[in-house]
């Protein structure tokens, strides 16, 4: 079945760095979205991406989706406090009928 | 708009017992999902429905059965509940901009 991979796991950065979390999957994806979980929270919906090597940005966070439609990455500039939280992508090889998430990246901000 | 409302927030089980977790939106969507969260391994899809009336299973579906009350009512049943169960449980909802909507979560402890 198919499978999405997300890296790291894990990332601890200082406020004001940069943070990056990459996804890829082992099938070519119709769609990507990108989701947001803070600490205790339920996941919230940031960005949906559609065609091949679209980059879209929403204030300090940039999404892009690769030219195969098999990997995509959220880059965050200039880390805050409120950024903390896990953020997972999620694809679909078809409609986005049934999304396939990826094990999330947990980022922590040290202020 | 409540959104997505889950109930019960908490839950505490022993092996064998069984219950059903209650979803409802009211957001007029048509297609539900129930998801577990585990730690490291992000959202698994266990069942989902596409409209009123269907049912599929999603990745993890053994040990669960779900019911589509009716257009807004979405439940999560156990059976005979097992400690491998002990999850976070969330539902969802999809509009036609394939954004999902998730609830508040059900966080189930099962002894």
């Known amino acids: 079945g198919q499978q999405v991979m997300q890296i790291p796991q894990y990332q601890h950065v200082q406020e004001g760095e940069d943070f990056t979390t990459y996804c890829n999957s082992s099938?070519?994806?119709?769609?990507i979205q990108w989701y947001k979980q803070r600490p205790g929270g339920h996941p919230v919906f940031l960005i949906q991406l559609v065609k091949s090597g679209e980059v879209k940005k929403q204030k300090r966070l940039t999404f892009q989706f690769g030219e195969a439609k098999k990997n995509s990455s959220l880059h965050i500039t200039a880390t805050q406090t409120t950024d903390v939280g896990t953020y997972f992508c999620a694809g679909s090889p078809g409609s986005a009928r049934q999304l396939t998430f990826g094990s999330g990246t947990q980022l922590t901000v040290l202020p | 708009n409540a959104g997505v409302t889950q109930t019960p927030k908490f839950q505490v089980l022993k092996t064998g017992q069984s219950m059903t977790l209650q979803c409802a939106q009211d957001?007029?969507?048509?297609?539900m999902y129930w998801y577990r969260q585990d730690p490291g391994m992000g959202l698994r899809l266990i069942y989902y429905s596409a409209s009123e009336g269907t049912t599929d299973k999603g990745e993890v579906p053994n040990g669960y059965n779900v019911s589509r009350l009716n257009k807004r009512e979405f439940s999560l049943r156990l059976e005979s509940a097992a400690p491998s169960q002990t999850s976070v449980y969330f539902c969802?909802?999809?509009?036609?901009?394939?954004?999902?909507?998730f609830g508040a979560g059900t966080r189930l402890s099962v002894l």
């Open positions: 957001m007029n969507h048509n297609s």
């Open positions: 969802a909802s999809r509009d036609r901009a394939d954004i999902q909507y």
């Open positions: 099938t070519t994806l119709s769609n």
